[in-house]
């Protein structure tokens, strides 16, 4: 008897079984030869068409979804990832905006999207790190409802202080804000945001008292910086740049626990403040339960191109450390980050309003 070639059987570990595709009849004879070909029409009796194996993720089109309105910072970054990530994958990356709620509306598309690797989103330490302490109605659980897929870049800011403030360094500042608690002031991108939550921090771990003056954005703060009536202000480093060659304020340090890359010469505030780490996280996330091989192939992709020279420049011009790593690594990047926001908005009982 002439043996029929081996064939390999579909996986349907994720599939449901249908009883009207999976039963199929033989022919009512006893022979060995009619119950081996049964057996064997079985994948094509399910599939209606003959078994093959899986396709590689991924077969089209994959949405980038970006919680914040188009041209800012996140943005930009995205859509750089984006067209890298494109030629990569041989399918092209579309960057969708949904700005809203402080970026937890595209957030929450996400984490209500299908789970097969083809919606995922760029988050940032706002959406799953701050954002669920400021606010316990967000409507999604930044820890169980996302795939973390992998850490993309680090933020730090710049501690600029105004031409009137006599302080050279952290140390000089601190002595100034001990000395008249209460009579110099901060000023900030608005309640809640890390601008705001650097500042308070920075209170906290000092022991000053310095007032919060909130702004609709950190490009409003500096005119009054210039003129002295704001004297401290913790800025994302690339939009303080222009203002820092102009010489209209004055860096004393960077808020990373290591230097930027953009201002090398600048020390760090953890120098003279041990500890001291006020840091945004960007990083790609997709809804829970994604497939393990499209967080793999995107983790792969994406960890190549941090890798690449020209996306590491590309990242410097932005105020960007490239970063990296496996999902768990990045999975726990978040969590450290959110542990140490809520303690301290709990500390300093810190609302968005």
């Known amino acids: 008897m002439r043996l029929l070639p081996r064939q390999t059987a579909p996986d349907w570990h994720n599939r449901p079984f249908t009883p009207a595709l999976g039963q199929f009849i033989v022919p009512n004879c006893n022979s060995r030869r009619a119950v081996l070909l049964g057996a064997l029409a079985a994948p094509f009796a399910m599939n209606g068409t ?60 996400v984490a209500k999207s299908a789970p097969d690797g083809y919606t995922i989103q760029m988050a940032t330490s706002s959406t799953h790190s701050i954002g669920p302490s400021l606010n316990p109605k967000i409507p999604y659980d930044a820890r169980s409802d996302f795939t973390p ?24 500042l601190i002595t100034l804000l001990k000395a008249k608690p ?31 003056i909130p702004y609709r954005g950190t490009a409003l703060v500096i005119p009054d910086m210039v003129s002295g009536q704001i004297h401290l202000l913790f800025d994302n480093i690339a939009s303080a740049l222009p203002h820092l060659r102009d010489g209209r304020v004055k860096a004393l340090a960077v808020t990373s626990l290591t230097r930027s890359t953009l201002l090398p010469d600048l ?52 105020g960007y450390d490239a970063a990296g790593g496996t999902p768990a690594q990045f999975a726990q990047v978040v969590v450290t980050d959110t542990f140490k926001w809520a303690k301290l908005i709990k500390e300093r009982r810190i609302t968005s309003e």
Do not use: C
């Open 182 to 212: 209460g009579q110099y002031n901060y000023g900030s991108s608005g309640n809640g945001t890390i601008v705001h939550l650097t500042g308070e921090l920075f209170k906290s771990m000092t022991g000053t008292f310095v007032v919060h």
């Open 267 to 318: 020390p760090t505030v953890a120098d003279t403040v041990p500890g001291f780490d006020s840091t945004t996280w960007f990083g790609v996330f997709g809804p829970k339960g994604m497939p393990a091989e499209a967080t793999a192939r995107l983790n792969t992709e994406i960890n190549t191109i941090l890798q690449t020279p020209v996306f590491i420049e590309r990242l410097k011009t932005l």
């Open 50 to 109: 003959p078994a093959r194996a899986q396709t590689a993720y991924p077969t089209r089109q994959v949405r980038l979804v970006v919680p914040f309105p188009p041209a800012g910072a996140t943005d930009i970054l995205s859509r750089e990832l984006a067209r890298q990530l494109s030629e990569r994958l041989k399918q092209p990356v579309v960057v969708e905006n949904r700005p809203g709620a402080g970026g937890a509306l595209g957030s929450d598309l």
């Open 149 to 172: 897929i992998a850490h993309v870049a680090n933020s730090a800011n710049v501690l600029l202080v105004a031409p009137n403030v006599a302080a050279r360094s952290v140390a000089d």
